[in-house]
């Protein structure tokens, strides 16, 4: 399965980048709705890699069954089957490999487009050049994933105009993150214009000692870029399976390690406010090493087939 899903992303990501220039509305409309297919079907091979049963909507039994070479067991066919949409495939393959640079707030452009492409024939060029520098991005990091040879999936002519768009991606993000700065360098400067070095040392501590206002699981504080003030990445937190160790007296301990991924970063001080994909313009950690989780079962609950005695 994993195999079928990543060569029809492979056909539709390189239609994309053939059509996606195209001056006719047929080629646009093709290339938005490759752009959205490869990036979807791409997702899906990387769940599959992983476990098939993932891709099943809400664990519908029937199509867990035919996902797992039980067909013959499923009241449904094959053509029935329940699987997770595009977006919750996304965020499923971004959930098992963190370093997928999937962003939920601006990314979903790429699933926008190909929807309006899909049910209303309607395709807009600037859109759709944004849908497919996104599709180049996630694609890239998918293949990462799956290790899967760049060069070889995207093919010859491709490759090139893919180089292309993830620069002209990152000069655009480079643009917007010196303007995020300058205007964030504008606000402290006014904010701590007119004080003294005693006003300024109460000023900035009671706004540093603020937290973010993204509520996360875990905020971690690093110096803004901006004000040279404490700042905080905010992060989400992914806990990996249970293990166990033995002491020297041959006691077991069972703990879960615990990691913290950036998603923005927010200074209370200057008010900067940093997006996923430019915090790789700072030397920001993209991984932080948590405290493991020294009881990993205390928030399980058996369920009914266990007190059931199923």
């Known amino acids: 399965m994993k ?29 938005a709705i490759s752009a959205g297919c490869a990036v979807e079907l791409l997702a899906k091979a990387y769940i599959a890699s992983v476990e098939h049963g993932l891709l099943a909507e809400k664990g519908d039994r029937d199509t867990v069954l035919i996902l797992s070479g039980n067909a013959n067991l499923a009241s449904a066919r094959i ?3 329940k699987t997770i949409g595009a977006l919750e495939s996304l965020k499923m393959a971004k959930y098992l490999h963190p370093a997928l640079p999937f962003i939920v707030q601006s990314d979903q452009v790429v699933l926008r487009v190909r929807n309006a492409a899909v049910h209303m024939a309607m395709v807009l060029p600037d859109e759709l050049r944004a849908s497919v520098a996104v599709m180049c991005r996630l694609v890239d990091g998918l293949l990462a994933a799956l290790s899967l040879d760049r060069d070889d999936y995207w093919g010859d002519h491709a490759v090139g105009v893919v180089d ?22 504008r606000r402290f400067s006014i904010l701590i214009s007119g004080l003294d070095s005693a006003g300024k040392t109460v000023v900035l501590a009671a706004l540093s000692g603020r937290t973010p206002y ?7 504080p690093q110096e803004c870029p901006a004000c040279k003030q404490q700042g905080w990445l905010v992060c989400h937190v992914d806990e990996g399976q249970p293990e166990v160790e033995y002491d020297d007296n041959g006691t077991r301990h069972e703990f879960a390690p615990r990691a913290a991924y950036p998603s923005t970063f ?36 058996p369920g009914e087939d266990w007190f059931r005695g199923r």
């Open 3 to 31: 195999q079928v899903l990543a060569l029809s992303a492979r056909n539709h990501a390189r239609q994309a980048i053939e059509l996606f220039a195209n001056e006719d509305q047929e080629g646009l409309s093709q290339a």
């Open 79 to 81: 053509a029935e089957m």
């Open 164 to 185: 292309e768009i993830l620069d002209m991606a990152k000069s655009e993000v480079r643009r917007i993150v010196a303007a995020k700065i300058a205007a964030a360098e």
């Open 214 to 220: 993204t509520i996360a699981d875990h905020n971690e």
């Open 266 to 301: 927010e200074c209370p001080v200057c008010d900067l406010d940093l997006q996923e994909e430019e915090l790789a313009e700072f030397d920001y950690p993209m991984e932080i090493e948590l405290e493991a989780n020294s009881d990993p079962y205390s928030d399980y609950e």
